[in-house]
């Protein structure tokens, strides 16, 4: 009885062993399953220039990624218009990837705190026509 139960103890600790480690989940329906820890947040900006100003918007846009590396937060990604465009894209574009909600809402809170990148928001303002953010979570394959 001792050995039968010792067996189970091995068979279900190997078993164990050999499960990946994966995060809190819930399972759903026919294998779906949901994560129901954080989740990767992707932020993208939208810059439409005003005539003429493309230049000037990716410049500010640069001075912003760096007052972002001054703040100790992540630069991101900056994305110019290609000449082969349809021509509806924006002519900048922003993107960064957080861990989770959380660090995006603290991304936010540093950047309404610091005058240094509300003063480039401001003359950002001037130089564009349009504005949009989009906010995404990461989906697996």
Known sequence: MAKFFRRQILHL???AAALPAVSPATVLGQGTIVPTNAIMIVERTHYFAK?????????????ACAVRLSMGLPVG?????????????PDVAWQ??????????????????????QSVVAQMLKQIVHFDRQVFSISTL
């Open 77 to 89: 990604e900056i994305f110019i218009k290609h000449p082969r465009g349809d021509g509806s894209e």
């Open 13 to 15: 600790a190997a078993g």
């Open 96 to 117: 960064c990837t957080f861990a989770d909600a959380a660090a995006r809402e603290a991304d936010l809170a540093a950047r309404a705190a610091s005058t240094e990148f």
């Open 51 to 63: 005539p003429g100003l493309a230049t000037e918007v990716l410049d500010l846009r640069r001075k």
